[in-house]
Each structure stands twice: as structure tokens, then as C-alpha cells.
């Protein structure tokens, strides 16, 4: 596995770019067949330029994307809960910048989370929905460094074991130019398969937002 940890902006995209570029396609001449995995703010934008270079397929190239947001929801709805977050299912979609929580398809174990609402015990509520949504993004900026361990510790685990996981992840999409963060089952040759996520109004509207942005940034960079 080759792990690339780099942040850019608007000045240095061109440069950094062009590094990146260089260090995956060297390692591909020399035999390099495994696993790119990119830890950065633009790796929405970055992805699919390693793709166009290097010749590694979409399943090779991940981006960690907003995987870091996807625990920190994790860990607040679990300390909510008063459970082991390791039973808590949730994805925040889209990128760094601008994403949201996926809370149709968060889960609890077997149960959905938004059942948790409706309960007359009140385990989990509407207010704490909107305290999390407001405050995981601070926080996640805060843990960013402690919460990464673990995140690519299950992309090791993915690689190294015959368990699969389900990870919030960038990458590749065949049928669409722009790349964001959703659900992914990644295994020893990357990502097994893309989670079809079926959003609703409210979120499919804020993933249009996302999507919007990402193809402005695009145009930006001249990147197609």
C-alpha cells in the first residue's frame, strides 16, 4: 500500500498535482500493483488524475475523504447511546468542505437509528440529531490526527485479513466525473463494491449541492 498524505489550495494544486503524479507512476513502472491510498483536503479532485496516469484501476484508489467525519459521528451518537461505538453504523457524505450526515441509513447494531427516535424511551432524539450535525465537523478537525489511526487501521485490517468493512470513503465512480465520500465495502483488492445508497429529498438535494461544488472546482483546475 502506498499512503500519500498531502494538503493543497488554490496555489499549489498545479505542484502538488504534479508530485503526486510523479510518485504513483514511478512506483507502477518499478511493479507497484497494490493499494493508493490518499489522506488530503482535494482528494476529490486528485483521485481520479492518479487514475488518468497511472493505469491502476478505481478499485486501487481511495481517498480517505470524510471517513475521519464517519467516525467522529460514530463515537458522538455512541457516547449518546451510552454503547461501544463499534456498533454504530453512520456515513457523512461528500467532502472536507461541505458534506452532511447520512442519518436515513444510520444503523445501531440490527436497528435503524432513526427507530431509536420514535421509541417512548427517547434513546436517541431529534435535538441530539441536530447537535451533532452542527458540532461534527470541529470536532472531527480537532481529533483528526487520533480518529486517522483508526480509520486506516480497518483499511489495513481489510487488506491484510479476509474481513470486509464498510467505509466512508472517496472514490471512482465510472459513470460520473466528480468523486465524493460515501459508502464503499473495501477488502484485500481495495473496494469490493460500491454501496448503492438510495437518499432522500432533503439529502439527495444536499448531495446535489456537493456535487455542484465539486464540478465548479473541476473547472477551476481545468481538470477535464
Do not use: C
Not at 92 to 109: E, M, P, Q
Not at 112 to 125: A, D, G, H, T
Not at 137 to 160: P, W
Amino acid at each position: 500500500m502506498i499512503l500519500l498524505s498531502i494538503d493543497v489550495d488554490r496555489d499549489n494544486f498545479a505542484q502538488k498535482n504534479s508530485w503526486i503524479q510523479k510518485v504513483v507512476t514511478e512506483a507502477v513502472a518499478n511493479g507497484f500493483n497494490g493499494i493508493v491510498v490518499l489522506d488530503s483536503n482535494k482528494d476529490y479532485l486528485l483521485i481520479n488524475e492518479i487514475l488518468k496516469y497511472t493505469g491502476l484501476s478505481s478499485r486501487q484508489v481511495l481517498g480517505l475523504g470524510t471517513s475521519i467525519e464517519s467516525e467522529v459521528v460514530a463515537r458522538m451518537v455512541a457516547k449518546k447511546l451510552g454503547i461501544n461505538s463499534n456498533y454504530i453504523q453512520t456515513s457523512v457524505i461528500g467532502t472536507r468542505d461541505k458534506s452532511f450526515v447520512l442519518w436515513s441509513k444510520g444503523r445501531v447494531a440490527e436497528a435503524s437509528l432513526m427507530s431509536l427516535i420514535v421509541q417512548e424511551k427517547n434513546m436517541f432524539s431529534v435535538k441530539n440529531m441536530q447537535e451533532i450535525s452542527r458540532e461534527y465537523k470541529e470536532l472531527a478537525e480537532k481529533t483528526r490526527k487520533l480518529v486517522f489511526s483508526s480509520v486506516l487501521n480497518k483499511i489495513l485490517m481489510a487488506m491484510d485479513t479476509s474481513e470486509q468493512f464498510i467505509i466512508t470513503l472517496v472514490h471512482s465512480r465510472n459513470e460520473e466525473i466528480e468523486s465524493y465520500s460515501s459508502p464503499v465495502l473495501v477488502g484485500k483488492m481495495g473496494v469490493i463494491e460500491l454501496i448503492k445508497v438510495n437518499y432522500t429529498e432533503d439529502e439527495q438535494e444536499a448531495l446535489n449541492e456537493i456535487k455542484k461544488a465539486i464540478n465548479d472546482e473541476l473547472d477551476r483546475y481545468k481538470l477535464r
